[in-house]
């Protein structure tokens, strides 16, 4: 039972290129999301999905772009990665039901040089 | 504006004694909290919640209070264990109902 699965697991880019991060739930949930984890600042919300076909900000959404392929996959891509985009990306889905737990991949952890 | 803070980064505890780890929120609207384990290298899992309609939720060694009246919430895990070592972060519902807003953790450490 794999779950959230994240691809890459590290990836290092330098300033100016592009990058998407995979995501993909073997869960049947309908909604997913993505955090990023910096030291002392916890998890922020940068985009959700609350269903197939929609997309919405979260928190922290600038630098960043989000495709829904599907029910089951949710990419993020930096399409001109800053430094300040170094940090620990993880993926996470949940169901439908009212406040459901979210449940999370491995991370990507990313550098840019 | 963090809306679901958690003031301490950091907390050492005994093996065998209680670890307690605490949270306080600013909306009074928040009714469902939730508290998230994560080691290193590997995505928050899941621990416990609780809802506004009651003041306490017990999971085994864990255990999560509600004081609505000063928005706060703690988690207790009785007794301690090595294996409990890990970083503990509060959560809610953000106001769209998806997603949730994060404190910012605790890094627990249970020595031997």
């Known amino acids: 039972n794999a779950g959230v699965t994240q691809t890459p697991k590290f990836q290092v880019l330098k300033t100016g290129q592009s990058m998407t991060l995979q995501c993909a739930q073997d869960m049947n949930h309908n909604s997913m999301y993505w955090y990023r984890q910096d030291p002392g600042m916890g998890l922020r919300l940068i985009y959700y999905s609350a269903s197939e076909g929609t997309t919405d900000k979260g928190e922290v959404p600038n630098g960043y772009n989000v495709s829904r392929l599907n029910k089951r996959e949710f990419s993020l891509r930096l399409e001109s990665a800053a430094p300040s985009q170094t940090s620990v990306y993880f993926c996470?889905?949940?169901?439908?039901?009212?406040?459901?737990?979210?449940?999370f991949g491995n991370g990507t952890r990313l550098t840019v040089t | 504006d963090q809306q679901v803070k958690q003031n301490s980064p950091s907390l050492s505890v005994q093996e065998g004694r209680i670890s307690i780890l605490n949270c306080d929120y600013t909306?009074?609207?928040?009714?469902?909290f939730l508290w998230y384990k994560k080691y290193p290298a590997e995505g928050p899992t899941f621990l416990i919640s609780?809802?506004?309609?009651?003041d306490k939720n017990e999971d085994g060694r864990f255990t999560v209070f509600l004081n609505k009246s000063a928005k706060h919430l703690s988690l207790h895990i009785v007794p301690s264990q090595p294996g409990d070592s890990a970083v503990y972060f509060c959560a809610a519902p953000r106001d769209s109902g998806y997603a949730l807003n994060f404190g910012k953790g605790t890094s627990l450490l249970v020595t031997p």
């Open positions: 909306n009074s609207m928040f009714d469902y």
């Open positions: 609780i809802s506004s309609i009651k």
């Open positions: 996470a889905s949940s169901s439908a039901a009212a406040y459901s737990p979210l449940h």
